[in-house]
């Protein structure tokens, strides 16, 4: 088992739809979570960090936080096109080491 | 806030030359900085990990001698790639962190390695 894995994709969403990313870890004392995007040939970029349990909300974005069945997620609303990118999942294990997942490619269809 | 910079962008080098990339936070002090390396199409692979004034942790299966890593100050970290053979053709991404506050990594904007 990895121990941060996401669905490679790619997941199509139409534009202005709701898009979904799912991310699951495996160690129960996790603690930190994060969601980053990718642009093709570009560098990771930070959307959200979130630490304790339920739902935090940033503008289009949403990350929520179950620790008891350890996924964590990401909302994107009014997907646009601009959306599209590859969106990875990280974890801060209980021995301090940020692991990405792999990431999933999201397309947005206009 | 919590800008990383890069440079160079782009290098091409040729067989068996050593290449140095820099690696700075510019608007804050990072305790720990981390090297990825990036195949197209393929995930980040986590290089190694260094905290100012102490030697880098490698990754397994990453060789110690060919990539150099100093992180000699809060603010600057280098990566050498000594000997560059074509297959170290990659893209190398830095990230900084201040583990003090939060455990955010904010990733630089990158380096394409060309190694002809």
């Known amino acids: 088992q990895k121990e941060v894995e996401q669905n490679s994709g790619p997941l199509s969403v139409p534009e202005g739809a709701i898009a979904s990313l799912n991310c699951t870890y495996s160690d129960r004392g996790s603690q930190s979570f994060f969601w980053y995007r990718q642009y093709s040939g570009k560098s990771p970029e930070l959307i959200m960090s979130i630490y304790s349990n339920g739902d935090k909300e940033d503008g289009r974005f949403t990350a929520q936080l179950n620790k008891a069945s350890q996924y964590v997620s990401l909302l994107i609303r009014d997907s646009q096109p601009s959306d599209s990118a590859t969106y990875l999942c990280?974890?801060?294990?209980?021995?301090?080491?940020?692991?990405f997942g792999s990431g999933t490619r999201l397309s947005i269809r206009p | 806030g919590a800008v990383v910079s890069q440079h160079p962008s782009r290098v091409i080098c040729k067989s068996g030359t050593s290449v140095k990339i820099e690696c700075r936070s510019l608007?804050?002090?990072?305790?720990?900085m981390f090297w990825y390396r990036q195949f197209p199409k393929q995930s980040l692979m986590l290089m190694a990990t260094?905290?100012?004034?102490?030697?880098?942790?490698?990754e397994q299966g990453v060789e110690k001698d060919k990539f150099l890593i100093n992180h000699a100050s809060l603010t600057l970290s280098t990566l050498t790639v000594t000997s560059a053979h074509p297959e170290d053709s990659s893209f190398y991404i830095c990230?900084?962190?201040?583990?003090?506050?939060?455990?955010?990594?904010?990733f630089g904007p990158g380096t394409r390695l060309t190694v002809t």
């Open positions: 990280a974890v801060r294990s209980s021995a301090s080491k940020i692991i």
């Open positions: 608007d804050f002090q990072a305790t720990t």
């Open positions: 260094s905290n100012e004034g102490s030697k880098a942790t490698y």
């Open positions: 990230s900084a962190a201040t583990f003090s506050q939060s455990y955010e990594q904010y």
